[in-house]
């Protein structure tokens, strides 16, 4: 599976990235005893996919920072993270097919959907979303990432997205990217598990916006 990317421009706006926290806690969760037996996971793999995963949060967090001080030197280096994290991730797709939960566990998975989510290539992101949505369907990924995944690529080519997953902040504000068939919308949602969108975008505002509010309100030391 190859992978095609080009350095975007400087974001303008701020996309909202989730975060995710599939990919803490692997021992725990798939460990003799919980959700997935040791002897049956490609360990060596799921850890690696873990760090990978953590990696790419650790990206995540920085980024609307250096966005918004316009550091182009400091975007490169995320766009070329993104990038290198993404190849790795096609070749454990050519060798393994999508690494789902039979293969690297619940963190595991979490960890390879994080980076196929932020790649810079949304030619890679349509080559994997087939086998996201058969993994879903198999119980091998979750229904949700197939949604966020099927949005993010919709709206990478200028399509209206079908399950409301996919924001910007706009001047301050949380602004949803267009929705096919939008009074449906929650119908649609609701089948795969997910919050209404009302409850969705209130949960995106306090991710993104409270804390800004809430350090423009604190005291101000005196320095």
């Not at 966005?67 to 797709?93: F, K, N």
């Not at 929650?186 to 995106?204: H, K, S, T």
């Not at 505002?205 to 005291?219: F, K, S, V």
Request: hydrophobic letters at 45%; a negative charge.
């Amino acid at each position: 599976m190859r992978t095609s990317m080009h350095v975007p421009a400087l974001l303008t706006t701020i996309v909202l990235l989730v975060l995710i926290s599939g990919c803490r806690g692997a021992a725990e969760r798939d460990a003799p005893g919980g959700e997935q037996a040791q002897g049956a996971l490609n360990v060596e793999l799921r850890d690696e996919l873990v760090r990978m995963g953590q990696e790419d949060q650790r990206d995540r967090q920085q980024m609307m920072a250096i966005a918004a001080a316009r550091d182009t030197a400091a975007m490169r280096r995320l766009w070329e993270a993104d990038s290198a994290r993404s190849a790795r991730i096609a070749e454990v797709i050519e060798a393994h097919g999508w690494p789902g939960l039979s293969l690297v566990g619940e963190a595991g998975a979490d960890a390879a959907f994080l980076v196929v989510q932020h790649s810079p290539s949304t030619e890679f992101q349509k080559q994997v979303l087939p086998l996201l949505t058969e993994a879903a369907e198999s119980g091998e990924a979750s229904k949700e990432q197939m949604a966020l995944l099927t949005d993010r690529v919709l709206v990478s080519e200028g399509q209206p997205q079908r399950y409301g997953t996919q924001a910007k902040i706009v001047d301050g504000r949380v602004v949803l990217d267009p929705i096919q068939d939008e009074p449906n919308v929650d119908a649609r949602r609701a089948e795969i598990g997910l919050m209404p969108l009302a409850e969705y975008v209130a949960l995106l505002e306090r991710i993104y916006l409270a804390p800004a509010e809430e350090e423009a309100d604190a005291p101000q030391s005196k320095q």
